[in-house]
T-cell receptor, first 113, second 116 residues
Framework: GQQVMQIPQYQHVQEGEDFTTYCNSS?????IQWYKQRPGGHPVFLIQ?????EVKKQKRLTFQFGEAKKNSSLHITATQTTDVGTYFC?????????????FGAGTQVVVTP | GAVVSQHPSWVICKSGTSVKIECRSL??????MFWYRQFPKQSLMLMAT?????????EQGVEKDKFLINHASLTLSTLTVTSAHPEDSSFYIC????????????FGPGTRLTVT
């Protein structure tokens, strides 16, 4: 079945630095979503990407969907302490499984002042 | 935005007992909800799809007789962990789809279950 892989698993970042987390799927995705989970909290929706090659920005966050719709990335510039948390990418379990998500392993981000 | 609540937020139970977790969509209707489980430092694993008016569908490897799901109304799904054991201790999270039809899922705040 489909697998969604995410790297790195951990990311220690100095405040003000940039970093990128990557997500790869073994199959073509109809869409990919990104979620953020703060320590002790629940996943919160950040964005969804649907189109091949799509790029979306949310302030310091830039999301990309690959041309083949099998990979995605999240780039954060000028990291702040509020960026602490685990970032998950998620794709549909199967092409017709609307709402059923398979999550990547997540990238746990730690920010040092 | 849409809100999903869960109750209780945490529960401690003894081995062999059953625990019921409620998931409610507060300001929208959800004919479908999803239940996930998350172990410490791990990702979310989809357990089952809760369908209003019909049986839940379970992911491979999830015991349907152990994790009973009932979608009692358009705003409520319950997950009952029967005969709980310490290995069932986990963070259980439900989600409901964005009612406007986008791919976004709204997640509940989660229920932390500890089985002693």
């Amino acid at each position: 079945g489909q697998q969604v892989m995410q790297i790195p698993q951990y990311q220690h970042v100095q405040e003000g630095e940039d970093f990128t987390t990557y997500c790869n799927s073994s199959t073509t995705l109809s869409n990919i979503q990104w979620y953020k989970q703060r320590p002790g909290g629940h996943p919160v929706f950040l964005i969804q990407l649907v189109k091949s090659g799509e790029v979306k920005k949310q302030k310091r966050l830039t999301f990309q969907f690959g041309e083949a719709k099998k990979n995605s990335s999240l780039h954060i510039t000028a990291t702040q302490t509020t960026d602490v948390g685990t970032y998950f990418c998620a794709g549909p379990v199967t092409t017709d499984s609307w709402g059923k998500l398979q999550f990547g392993a997540g990238t746990q981000v730690v920010v040092t002042p | 935005g849409a809100v999903v609540s869960q109750h209780p937020s945490w529960v401690i139970c003894k081995s062999g007992t059953s625990v019921k977790i409620e998931c409610r969509s507060l300001d929208f209707q959800a004919t479908t909800m999803f239940w996930y489980r998350q172990f410490p430092k791990q990702s979310l694993m989809l357990m089952a799809t809760s369908n209003e008016g019909s049986k839940a569908t379970y992911e491979q490897g999830v015991e349907k007789d152990k994790f009973l799901i009932n979608h009692a109304s358009l705003t409520l799904s319950t997950l009952t962990v029967t005969s709980a054991h310490p290995e069932d201790s986990s963070f259980y999270i439900c989600s409901a789809p964005n009612p406007t039809g986008s791919y976004e899922q709204y997640f509940g705040p989660g229920t932390r279950l500890t089985v002693t």
